[in-house]
């Protein structure tokens, strides 16, 4: 069976499968070590969103990915900690490919980088609702903190079509700096109140981000990024008027 990984695809904001013989490795200078860890590590999180369109996040085994793809089950936990952190893992591919995407579109950031944002990971969230969901539930369920994620290394980076030297931290840590950035410029533009701190503002972006995902379970996630919007727009009026 011929092996897969998934790919960001920034012109659509989505996942795409390719082969993963597409992209030869050897001509960035990386060693074959280097890339069978990336490209195994990339094969993992493949075939757990594979099962998880088939079946319950419940039902998904470490070993039975362990077994498809080849590996021990200490391999595996050299990657990642437990299933919960395989999404970690794909939230942080997701908000990499949204920082591109806001940077390319809003050099300096403000009110309308965060718009876009929220509006871009709303569509990866509907395009995948599956995996969305699972990744919030994981944030509750799992250690965010302890998580085996670390920066990308360079294969990892190459392989997903990113820049070869990108770089990220814990997935929800590098999109907190996105917008507590885009917030201080923000109030600096005028566009918002200075009555506010930071934190109390990025608490209510926090709570728009994870509590629309779970407000929208049981009718789905289709229209993810016009409820987002909807309700910065409802946040930053309220803050406008206060």
């Known amino acids: 069976m011929m092996q897969y990984f998934v790919q960001c695809n920034l012109k659509r904001g989505s996942i795409k499968m390719v082969s993963i013989t597409v992209i030869d490795l050897e001509q960035y200078g990386i060693s074959l070590r280097e890339e069978k860890y990336a ?14 369109e088939e079946t319950s ?27 919960h952190h395989v999404f970690f893992y794909l939230l942080q591919i997701w908000i990499i490919d949204t920082k591109n995407i806001v940077l390319q579109r809003h050099p300096v950031a403000g009110l309308e980088s965060i718009r876009t944002a929220f509006e871009d990971l709303g569509r990866k969230f509907a395009k995948q609702p599956k995996a969305a969901f699972q990744i919030f539930s994981s944030i509750f369920n799992a250690d965010v903190e302890t998580a085996k994620i670390g920066r990308l290394t360079k294969a990892e980076a190459i392989l997903w079509g990113f820049d070869a030297m990108v770089s990220e931290e814990i997935p929800m840590l590098g999109f907190r700096k996105m917008l507590i950035c885009a917030i201080k410029n923000a109030k600096m533009a005028g566009e918002l109140s200075d009555n506010f701190d930071l934190t109390t503002i990025e ?8 509590g629309v995902p779970f407000t929208l379970k049981d009718v789905g996630f289709t229209n993810i990024s016009a409820v987002y919007k909807t309700q910065l727009d409802i946040l930053w009026r309220g803050l406008k008027n206060i």
């Open 39 to 52: 490209r195994t590590k990339i094969a993992i999180l493949n075939l757990v969103l594979e099962k998880l």
């Open 203 to 210: 608490f209510s972006l926090n709570s728009i981000l994870i």
């Open 57 to 83: 996040f419940d039902e998904i085994r470490i070993a039975d990915v362990c077994r498809e793809i080849g590996v021990s089950k200490r391999t595996f936990f050299n990657y990642f900690s437990s299933i």
